[in-house]
């Protein structure tokens, strides 16, 4: 098994920024693909951003690449998400998820997730 706990979400003004944590548990945080995803009131989670287990290729949905940065510490079991020139229409829950298998956009390729985190972004 193995649980993600995200943390670092917050309020923050519109041009902010926010560093999401995801620490994971087990001894094989090497072994899968980490995504973050995000699900706003009332609309279906989305993709954000994706980074295979070597943490040597990544993947960005359209409106975050660029502002967005995933990355992970296989030593610390941690992947990140740093977010930079934060926009109102980023609010939303953050969710932190694995599985076992290449970097992927899609909700359900993920077996594991986090609780998520509530990122809120003020104009």
């Known amino acids: 098994q193995v649980q993600l706990v995200e943390s670092g979400g917050g309020l923050v003004q519109a041009g902010g920024s926010l560093r999401l944590s995801c620490a994971a548990s087990?001894?094989?945080?090497?072994?899968?693909?980490m995504g973050w995803f995000r699900q706003a009131p009332g609309k279906e989670r989305e993709f954000v951003a994706g980074?295979?287990?070597?943490?040597?290729?990544?993947s960005y949905a359209a409106s975050v690449k660029g502002r967005f940065t995933i990355s992970r510490d296989n030593a610390k079991n941690t992947n990140y998400l740093q977010m930079n020139s934060l926009k109102p229409e980023d609010t939303a829950v953050y969710f932190c998820?694995?599985?076992?298998?290449?970097?992927?956009?899609?909700?359900?390729?993920?077996?594991?997730w986090g609780q998520g985190t509530q990122v809120t972004v003020s104009s």
């Open positions: 998820a694995a599985w076992f298998g290449p970097i992927d956009r899609t909700v359900g390729a993920y077996t594991y």
């Open positions: 087990g001894r094989t945080f090497s072994s899968y693909a």
């Open positions: 980074i295979d287990m070597s943490g040597s290729i990544t």
